[in-house]
């Protein structure tokens, strides 16, 4: 089937093009980066974790999201999602991969990333995260192209995908739980030491992954000829809007706890955050920016009459995930390292070799969402005179 993935039109082609040049100028960052070493960022002593690790803390959440369109279709046939699915799992694939880039960027070296192989340490929480990421990958990868492939002879999927499916709902929910783990589990810093950073994570996940998916859904829908149907939409539309609601309402709680338990270690990141702490205001504007980007999204996603009109659930899917993204893949790290325990900030906004880098993850993460994609697609467009929905025959 991956042959699929070398015939396109002029456009799919410019897209590939395109990709591959800001790996290339990302590639050549990195090169600088391994050369100079991490003193091409702007991470410090007091701010160990930046952009790299909060964009892996992001797209683990988005990888995890996948599980918003296998459970409802595989525990309880929810057959809307049949033409959705597979999209789902290939967002996943392409998620987590960026995942384990960002870390290997992060490591500065990346052959450090073979101590956790050749010296691996049970009793570190790092050491799960490697587990729980590269079998989610590779579940991901085995369910949907055997699913894709049995869809493409007009077949049931071999009996054993199964188990790997009910398999695979249990791992999304670890690869984004053990994550939170990592930043749960250290006792010093006051803004991740809460017992539902795990809770906040997924709630954060089920509303950002799905948007996402959807807005490239509905990109693609109005590109080609795929149409996800309008149950699909509306329903996981449904579930962002419960996942958002959720979302806001665990930040709420942590504010509760802090401020009206008048607790001085919890308050200062948030007071960081949202106010500026000891003459720092870096990440002001953008928190304030996430705040008020969220109640507008939630504005615009409870009221169903709003919800299901197509410009209106763009705008609200445009803003959830931008405020997502500036509140979990920015401020919450950078708040878990300030103020740091002298009560003193150590300023950090990533530096330009650092986006340049990053983008060289995005791209890869790109391109191997468009060839997946272009060959799911292609194949549904393959068999759509017999079978349009992407539901597998039933076996005779």
């Known amino acids: 089937m991956i042959e699929k993935a070398l015939r396109g039109s002029p456009r799919y082609w410019g897209l590939i093009i395109g990709l591959l040049c800001v790996i290339g100028l990302g590639a050549g960052f990195w090169m ?17 974790w930046g952009f790299y690790i909060a964009q892996l803390t992001y797209f683990v959440g988005v990888a995890a999201s996948a599980v918003m369109l296998v459970l409802p279709y595989y525990f309880h046939h929810f057959k809307a999602f049949s033409k959705m699915i597979i999209l789902g799992e290939f967002l996943a694939i392409s998620s987590v991969t960026m995942c384990m880039l960002f870390v290997v960027v992060d490591l500065g070296q990346p052959q450090r990333m073979l101590n956790i192989i050749f010296h691996p340490t049970p009793n570190s929480v790092l050491f799960w995260d490697m587990i729980v990421l590269n079998g989610y990958l590779f579940l991901n990868l085995i369910i949907g192209w055997t699913s894709l492939q049995a869809f493409r002879n007009n077949m049931t999927p071999p009996t054993w995908v199964k188990p790997l499916v009910y398999l695979s709902v249990i791992w999304a929910f670890s690869i984004h739980t053990v994550t939170a783990f990592l930043y749960a589990g250290l006792p010093g810093r006051h803004y991740w030491l809460t017992a ?7 709630a ?25 149907g309008k149950k699909a939409i509306d329903t996981l539309a449904t579930i962002i809007t419960y996942a958002m609601c959720v979302n ?15 607790m001085p270690g919890h308050m200062a990141p948030i007071v960081y955050l949202f106010k500026g702490f000891d003459g720092d205001t870096t990440l002001v504007p953008f928190m304030w920016t996430a705040a008020v980007l969220a109640i507008i ?8 009459k709003i919800r299901q009109q197509g410009p209106a ?8 995930v931008i405020a997502s993204w500036i509140d979990k893949g920015m401020g919450l790290i950078v708040a878990g390292f300030a103020p740091n325990p002298f009560e003193k900030v150590t300023a950090y906004l990533p530096t330009v070799p650092e986006l340049v880098v990053s983008s060289m993850v995005f791209g890869i993460g790109a391109l191997m969402l468009t060839v997946l994609w272009k060959v799911a697609l292609s194949v549904r467009a393959e068999v759509e005179g017999g079978n349009i929905s992407m539901v597998p025959p039933k076996p005779e």
Do not use: H
């Not at 539902?196 to 997924?202: Q, V």
């Not at 954060?204 to 693609?220: D, E």
């Not at 999204?297 to 169903?304: D, E, G, H, T």
């Open 32 to 48: 600088f980066q391994l050369t100079k070493g991490l003193v091409v960022t702007d991470l410090s002593r007091d701010v160990s």
């Open 196 to 202: 539902i950073m795990a809770a906040r994570f997924l």
């Open 204 to 228: 954060s996940a089920f509303c950002s992954g799905p948007a996402i998916l959807l807005l490239l859904t509905l990109l693609v829908k109005r590109l080609t000829s795929f149409d996800p």
């Open 248 to 262: 806001v309402f665990f930040f709420l709680l942590e504010l509760f706890t802090a401020f009206y338990s008048n």
């Open 297 to 304: 999204s939630l504005a615009m996603l409870i009221p169903y």
């Open 313 to 320: 659930l763009v705008t609200a899917l445009i803003l959830l």
